[in-house]
């Protein structure tokens, strides 16, 4: 039975022990990378032969790179057994990797502790085409992009509430690192209690022959993902807004701190615009949508994007920051003002671009291929986010600034929304049907 609300969804089990799961794995992920990075650029880097300005990246680029590398296998093991026993399966792993990790603080190894990065990253490969399965299988289509949306705005707070509690806690003196292991092994016991309460699932592709071969499995996922032409599109779409959310969460401490004389605390709080943004723009997608898949918001919200984006490129383009902005004075700062407005829309926007294109995918793809096209759409989005920080590197080198990298953004993504209402049709039809609903 079909709940009147996303809201509802929270009272259920087909939701609720997910939504907990996906939180709790999310927020650990977190806690661990970021109290690592605190512990890299303080401490540990004086135990490697390599600066902190490398690890730094280094570390992002370890926990991404199992998405490429093992997200052929997710997807066949999603359908080809029980979701529900895997994601169980997935987090007792969980549970022995940060306990590795508690061993990797003791000893204060940097090399181990990338080693368990890397399994962290592992582990969330595996968890990803299993969640989203899952709400495809749990929900009727009216609770899609619901759902969907409260999965983002989870995800988003977890990310945002684990980012500033590793911080936190790897910033307690003398038991730091104590601190830190005991959190994410409680974390990982606690999402392993909600993973026990997920309702079981159908093996949808029971006769699946799994591929172990890493190079031959993931070219055969990309051609069968190809062969859903219309779906593929959207799944690159979804990867383009992850190469824009990467970008702008690169280059938005440098733009406050060298266009706006911002301090510590002040990026810390543009950051977190980002967020609340993406949280609020999560909310509002089902009742946007009328509660249906609703491909008409994507262009709009792509619009959305490309304006706020802009418009920083014009706050920032001429401004000389000649004293520094605190807390106090950001909001009584015009710039300020507009800066820290812009980022909230552009997180909105972001959550009402990407809501509807998960959910559409969801409901149109076989369900017998389902997580196999999802790991194929991990693939695309970890690929899109090292070209986001290539691209970075290389406009920054060419002499643009981080405002002119603004407008980049902008331009870009107005490119990417031209090319998308010209190769898919329905864009651009549901947008008119949503400006005009008498005429649907």
């Given at each position: 039975m079909s709940t009147k609300n996303q809201f509802g969804l929270l009272r259920t089990r087909r939701f609720l022990p997910l939504f907990i799961t996906q939180f709790l794995g999310a927020c650990n992920d977190n806690v661990f990378r970021f109290a690592l990075?605190?512990?890299?650029?303080?401490?540990?880097?004086?135990?490697?032969?390599?600066?902190?300005s490398y690890l730094v990246p280094l570390s992002g680029v370890i926990f991404i790179a199992p998405f490429i590398l093992f997200s052929y296998l997710a997807g066949q093991l999603a359908d080809r057994y029980d979701k529900a026993a895997l994601v169980r399966v997935v987090k007792t792993t969980e549970i022995f990797v940060m306990a590795a990790a508690a061993v990797g603080l003791w000893w204060q190894n940097v090399v181990f502790l990338f080693c368990v990065l890397f399994l962290t990253g592992a582990q969330s490969t595996f968890f990803g085409p299993l969640k989203y399965a899952l709400l495809a299988e749990q929900l009727d289509e009216i609770e899609l992009t619901g759902g969907n949306g409260l999965i983002q705005m989870g995800t988003t707070v977890a990310i945002l509430l684990g980012a500033s509690a590793g911080g936190a806690l790897a910033s307690i003196t003398a038991v730091s690192y104590w601190a830190v292991a005991t959190a994410v092994i409680a974390i990982a016991i606690a999402g392993r209690i909600s993973a026990g309460f997920i309702l079981p699932s159908l093996s949808l592709a029971p006769n699946l022959e799994v591929n172990g071969n890493v190079l031959s499995a993931t070219w055969q996922l990309v051609r069968d993902s190809w062969s859903y032409r219309e779906l593929f599109l959207?799944?690159?779409?979804?990867?383009?807004?992850?190469?824009?959310?990467?970008?702008?969460?690169?280059?938005?401490?440098?733009?406050?701190?060298?266009?706006?004389?911002?301090?510590?605390?002040?990026?810390?709080?543009?950051?977190?615009?980002?967020?609340?943004?993406?949280?609020?723009?999560?909310?509002?997608?089902?009742?946007?949508?009328?509660?249906k898949v609703e491909l008409g918001l994507v262009p709009v919200a792509a619009l959305g994007i490309s304006m706020a984006a802009t418009d920083i490129y014009f706050q920032g383009s001429d401004l000389a920051a000649e004293?520094?902005?605190?807390?106090?004075?950001?909001?009584?700062?015009?710039?300020?003002?507009r800066v820290f407005a812009a980022l909230i829309l552009i997180g909105a926007c972001g959550a009402v671009y990407i809501v509807p294109l998960y959910a559409a995918i969801q409901a149109r793809v076989e369900a017998s291929f389902r997580?196999?096209?999802?790991?194929?759409?991990?693939?695309?989005?970890?690929?899109?986010?090292?070209?986001?920080?290539?691209?970075?590197?290389?406009?920054?080198?060419?002499?643009?600034?981080?405002?002119?990298?603004?407008?980049?953004?902008?331009?870009?993504?107005?490119?990417?929304?031209?090319?998308?209402?010209?190769?898919?049709?329905?864009?651009?039809?549901?947008?008119?049907?949503?400006?005009?609903?008498?005429?649907?």
């Open positions: 990075v605190i512990f890299v650029t303080f401490d540990l880097a004086e135990k490697t032969s390599l600066p902190a959207l799944m690159m779409m979804i990867s383009w807004f992850w190469f824009l959310g990467a970008t702008v969460l690169s280059v938005v401490p440098s733009f406050a701190k060298e266009q706006l004389g911002a301090d510590e605390q002040v990026v810390t709080l543009l950051n977190a615009a980002l967020t609340i943004g993406i949280a609020g723009g999560a909310l509002t997608c089902e009742r946007l949508s009328r509660r004293s520094v902005l605190d807390l106090s004075a950001l909001f009584t700062n015009p710039t300020g003002i997580a196999r096209l999802i790991s194929a759409l991990n693939i695309a989005n970890a690929i899109f986010m090292v070209a986001s920080g290539v691209t970075t590197i290389a406009l920054l080198a060419a002499g643009l600034s981080v405002a002119e990298i603004f407008l980049f953004l902008g331009a870009s993504n107005a490119v990417v929304l031209a090319g998308s209402l010209y190769f898919v049709p329905e864009f651009s039809e549901r947008w008119r049907a949503l400006l005009a609903p008498d005429k649907r």
